[in-house]
């Protein structure tokens, strides 16, 4: 699904990324490890087509060149990055911006879209799912919502857009133990052998959760150390400054 | 310099000797200084004779009037309206209220006194103006739908000024929305210049909204001047993006105790227009409230103006004041300028101003984006939003759907 050949990144004269690998196949779940500065979130930015990074190496997202395509027609085409802070939006309504999403998407798919009836319904189950309350829906996008609230909200968009790679950035910092949990289950919920997950954490604790397939350390710039969950459990023991 | 304009009294019907006379004598003086220009410091970001030379040939004013067109009226909410065109006063019809509480007729100016001296154009509206109308509430009296005021101009006015005067009287206990709706996408030019006066009884509350349908290349200027008593309360609407030059000129008299006055404006501008709202808010006595909130986005070529100014009279003790002024430049060479003044002479007061004027954001731009939705949805979505919350405060109803849709319509294109 995803074949990351050398990829470079650089932004403001600062060279990020120096030469990743990475493969992801559908079914999978990644989880990526790093300390602060490894180039973790370059790798969620240039995934998702921000502008602003130069760029070296080769991305292919299910055999196309994604370098080719801009951050909305990514999304349409099912990558999908919860932000590690997702913006607040003043003056646009959250239902407003769900409704206007998914439709692109669906747009871009060739499928209908959907009225604001049909909508409402599909939304207030995907919310009662989480445990969001409806009232955040009709509230200014992300404005004023908590840490938790507003990293539900991400995965609230991920469970409604359907995405088949989805890329969570530190979604678990900022997160207690319940909102944690029913991060997770959303996760865990959503996850099926059609789609993979990309999930970039400091920690171990997301990862008891979700269960990965595989764990790789990201270190200046490159991956240096794949392994399987158990990888985790060690890293949290000895810190990541033991393998470089 | 190039004359650009020619006007002529003989051509208004049905005026005195006096009446020629009284005229006359502001033709003069406007002719003395011509259009404002920059050398007046209430035009400095509005130089008015230099737009206008730049696209007019001829400036003549014009009596008569083509035959009036079927009034489109709006299907979105029950309302009751006031046909003005070419700012004569067409019809009226008050089907929703109580007859016998409303008076509507036209201007009359012959009770005309004290006239308006701000500025050449006043001069030029008591030397020309005819038309307009004079509406009056009658005590203890709550209209129960909205009351629109269709605003057309005819399509053939090329060249052409248009000057007339209302007056609104809203008396004790009573309430009124009013919608001044400008309903013209004419592609000749022609110019609009406006002096009306409210005044707003003891315990009076009026809603002033000032929108308009579609683009069209008018020039307006509108002198709008209000007067408070006890209690009463003023708020001004203003969305009116979609002219050539639009300069509106309010000047708020809070003239007792526990009145009330807003200003909120939204505004989108593209392509060259240029639009200046200027206020002047006089706290004339004690515990009055102004409130002002002014938000500007500026596409292409465009202008902006605001000009705010609060006075606080030395006798309007425990005065709160506010204004704030936001601007969202989208290129290069789109302009906003902001004024914000405060004169206080008053020690216990409460007054406080703002101005900031930015580029959008370009991450929230990429998080709407990353969730599939294109680029020039993202900004609409973020304009609408940044526009939008000045809306925000109207009771819920057809009528601020109304108003939402206009709006979102003059962000997304006419």
């Not at chain 2, 067109?69 to 309302?79: A, D, G, R």
């Not at chain 2, 609409?380 to 849709?405: A, H, T, V, W």
Request: some cysteine; charged content about 25%.
């Amino acid at each position: 699904m995803l074949n990351i050949k050398n990829l470079e990144a650089t932004i403001d004269n600062k060279h990020i990324l120096k030469g990743l690998n990475l493969d992801i196949n559908p079914g999978e779940v990644h989880a990526i490890m790093g300390p602060n500065g490894s180039g973790k979130s370059t790798l969620a930015n240039v995934l998702s087509g921000k502008t602003g990074y130069e760029t070296k190496g080769d991305i292919k997202y299910n055999g196309e060149s994604l370098s080719q395509f801009s951050t909305e027609e990514r999304a349409q085409k099912g990558i999908f990055l919860a932000f590690q802070y997702p913006l607040e939006i003043p003056g646009v309504n959250t239902n407003i911006f769900l409704k206007t999403s998914l439709n692109s998407v669906r747009k871009a798919k060739g499928e209908k879209e959907l009225d604001t009836l049909s909508f409402l319904k599909l939304i207030k189950e995907k919310a009662s799912e989480l445990g969001i309350d409806e009232k955040f829906l009709s509230r200014q996008l992300n404005v004023g919502f908590s840490g938790g609230e507003k990293k539900k909200n991400e995965i609230l968009q991920m469970k409604l857009l359907q995405p088949k790679l989805s890329i969570l950035d530190e979604t678990d910092s900022g997160l207690d133990i319940d909102a944690l949990r029913i991060v997770a289950d959303g996760v865990n919920s959503y996850k099926n052998k059609d789609n993979a997950f990309l999930i970039i954490t400091h920690y171990q604790r997301l990862l008891d959760y979700i269960k990965p397939d595989f764990i790789h350390v990201l270190s200046n710039g490159k991956i240096i150390k794949t392994g399987n969950a158990d990888l985790g459990v060690q890293l949290e023991k000895t810190g990541y400054s033991n393998l470089a | 310099m190039k004359q650009y304009y020619d006007f002529k009294i003989e051509k208004i019907k049905d005026l005195s000797s006096d009446e020629i006379k009284l005229r006359k004598k502001n033709l003069d003086l406007f002719y003395q200084t011509g259009f404002p220009n920059k050398k007046d410091e209430d035009w400095k970001f509005s130089d008015l004779n230099s737009i206008l030379i730049k696209n007019f040939n001829n400036i003549t004013n014009n009596d008569c009037l083509p035959k009036e067109k079927n009034l489109k009226l709006i299907e979105e909410f029950e309302h009751n309206f006031i046909s003005l065109y070419n700012g004569r006063l067409m019809s009226s019809d008050f089907a929703h209220e109580e007859k016998n509480k409303i008076l509507i007729e036209n201007f009359n100016y012959k009770k005309e006194k004290n006239l308006d001296k701000k500025n050449s154009l006043n001069f030029l509206n008591h030397a020309l103006a005819s038309g307009g109308f004079f509406l009056e509430i009658s005590e203890n009296y709550e209209l129960k739908k909205p009351l629109v005021i269709y605003n057309n101009f005819s399509n053939s006015q090329k060249e052409t000024i248009v000057n007339y005067k209302n007056l609104i009287i809203v008396n004790e206990n009573s309430k009124l929305n009013l919608i001044n709706y400008i309903d013209n996408s004419s592609k000749e030019n022609f110019m609009a210049n406006t002096i009306e006066n409210i005044k707003m009884k003891k315990n009076s509350s009026l809603k002033n909204v000032l929108i308009n349908n579609s683009g069209c290349n008018g020039y307006f200027y509108k002198y709008l001047k209000s007067d408070l008593d006890k209690n009463s309360n003023l708020e001004n609407y203003l969305i009116s993006s979609g002219f050539k030059f639009n300069k509106i000129d309010i000047e708020i008299n809070l003239n007792e105790k526990h009145s009330s006055s807003s200003v909120f404006s939204a505004l989108n501008l593209i392509n060259n227009e240029h639009q200046e709202i200027k206020t002047r808010i006089n706290h004339n006595a004690t515990h009055c409230r102004s409130y002002q909130k002014i938000k500007n986005v500026l596409h292409n070529e465009s202008k902006g103006v605001y000009q705010g100014k609060i006075f606080v009279k030395n006798i309007a003790q425990k005065t709160d004041a506010y204004q704030l002024s936001r601007a969202l430049i989208l290129d290069d060479a789109a302009e906003f300028d902001a004024k914000p003044e405060l004169e206080i002479y008053a020690d216990d007061v409460k007054c406080s101003h703002g101005s900031t004027s930015g580029s959008i954001d370009l991450d929230s731009i990429h998080y709407l984006k990353s969730r599939g939705i294109p680029e020039k949805e993202a900004f609409q979505m973020l304009i609408n939003g940044f526009l939008g919350e000045i809306l925000e405060q109207l009771s819920e109803g057809k009528l601020k759907n109304f108003l939402i849709e206009k709006l979102e319509r003059q962000i997304n294109g006419h």
